[in-house]
Structures are given as C-alpha cells and as structure tokens.
C-alpha cells in the first residue's frame, strides 16, 4: 500500500471532528494543520523503518515527540481543554493505527 498524507490527514480529521463536535467551527483549520504535520511525520517514520534507518525506539521517541507538539500547539491556540485535545489526537491516531502499525512492523501506535 502506498502511504498518501493526505489520505492519513483526512482520515485522523475526521476522527478528530466527531470529538470536537460543537468546537469545530472554530478549531477546524488548527486540527487541519497539526493532522497534516502528524501525518507527514508518520509517513516518514515508514520509509526510514522500509530503509532501515530508524530502530523501533527511535519511532516511539519520535511520536512522543510529535504528540508533544501536536497538545502544546492545540492548547495554546484553541479553546479546547487538555482532555479534549488528547482525546482528539487519540482518536486521529486509532483512525490511521490499522495502516501504520502493519507498514512500520509493531505496535507503534
């Protein structure tokens, strides 16, 4: 399967607008963005792993990393609480979890 980033983005939005629900109006164009980044960074950790040139540890600190950013960007720009952020990036990431786990070979997300 070839990785698309903008099939992963829409993907993790549209998860991610079933937990903004009413919020969304106003949120929309920041959770379009931060999915973008994710999804870009996702794709990049499958062709290092299919290159070998990024060990599993190395995936897991990187989306640590990533969902770092993606709390602290969305909690400083929008009117969502911390919960809701990160039940917004939880469901963003259950939604492109089937895909990304097989291609990078373990549990990563």
């Known amino acids: 399967m070839?990785?698309?980033?903008?099939?992963?983005?829409?993907?993790?939005l549209s998860a991610t607008e079933k937990i903004v629900e009413?919020?969304?109006?106003?949120t929309r164009k920041y959770f379009e963005?931060?999915?973008?980044?994710?999804?870009?960074?996702?794709?990049?950790?499958v062709k290092q792993r299919a290159a070998g040139t990024l060990c599993?540890?190395?995936a897991?600190?990187?989306?640590?990393?990533?969902?770092?950013?993606?709390?602290?960007v969305l909690i400083s720009v929008i009117c969502l609480s911390l919960p809701i952020i990160e039940q917004a990036l939880d469901a963003a990431l259950n939604a492109v979890r089937w895909i990304i786990n097989p291609a990078v070979g373990f549990e990563l997300l």
Do not use: C, P
């Open 33 to 45: 963005f931060e999915t973008k980044i994710f999804a870009e960074g996702l794709i990049g950790i």
């Open 2 to 12: 070839s990785l698309d980033v903008h099939f992963l983005a829409t993907k993790m």
């Open 60 to 72: 897991r600190k990187y989306i640590e990393g990533q969902k770092l950013a993606w709390k602290t």
């Open 22 to 26: 009413t919020n969304w109006a106003i």
């Open 56 to 58: 599993e540890e190395g």
